[in-house]
Structure formats: structure tokens, C-alpha cells
């Protein structure tokens, strides 16, 4: 199974930026940023296939960038304009084999421990 190992969470106040990052201990296909808020559920935010293709939540869409690196095994999750209602526990995943499976949320079963994003 693919280790996975999220850093760059923190406090900022709304409008600023954070960059998250999510070493892979092996080669992945799709992988995926999803975030959980106190008394809410886990919600994807951003999925990449190998080849670059993205998809993005609708409350996300224009502020945040997902990008990876093959070589290093490494996921990124760049968030600007953050607000408020962005504060959660944000989790890197992975687990589709298949590019047309990356935006499928559910099919994501390997987890990160995840990283706190608060935005005040």
C-alpha cells in the first residue's frame, strides 16, 4: 500500500495563501486533496491524474491549484484567497487506477494522517 504524508497546513487569516504537500512513498495514478470541517462530512476537493488532467469542487474552483510532481512522488495543493469556511482537516489520497476515475471521489481508499488549515 502507498504511504502518504501531508505537510504546509497552519493558521492564516482570510485572503491569504497556504501550499500543501503530500510525499508518496510510490508510484501513484490518481491522487486527490479532500478535506473534512468539524461536524461535517470528508468532501473532495481536487483530483490530477498522472498525466495532469484536474477536476475541482465548485467552492474551490479559480482559488485553488492542484499540481504533482511524477518524479518525486510528491502532491501539491496550492490554496489562495482562502476564506473562512475553508478551515478543516485537509487530507492527501489516492486509489483509482484509471485517469477517468480521478474525479470519482469514492474510489480514493489510501489516506494521508492530514494537516490542519485554519483560516480566521
Known amino acids: 500500500d502507498v504511504q502518504l504524508v501531508e505537510s504546509g497546513g497552519g493558521s492564516v487569516q482570510a485572503g491569504g495563501s497556504l501550499t500543501l504537500s503530500c510525499a508518496a512513498s510510490t508510484y501513484t495514478s490518481c491522487m486527490a486533496w479532500f478535506r473534512q470541517a468539524p461536524g461535517k462530512e470528508r468532501e473532495g476537493v481536487a483530483s490530477?491524474?498522472?498525466?495532469?488532467?484536474?477536476t475541482y469542487a465548485e467552492s474551490v474552483k479559480g482559488r485553488f491549484t492542484i499540481s504533482r510532481d511524477n518524479v518525486k512522488n510528491t502532491l501539491y495543493l496550492q490554496m489562495n484567497s482562502l476564506k473562512p469556511e475553508d478551515t478543516a482537516m485537509y487530507y492527501c489520497a489516492a486509489g483509482p487506477s484509471l485517469a477517468r476515475e480521478c474525479p470519482v471521489w469514492y474510489l480514493y481508499n489510501s489516506w494521508g494522517q492530514g494537516t490542519q488549515v485554519t483560516v480566521s
Open positions: 490530477i491524474s498522472r498525466g495532469g488532467s484536474t
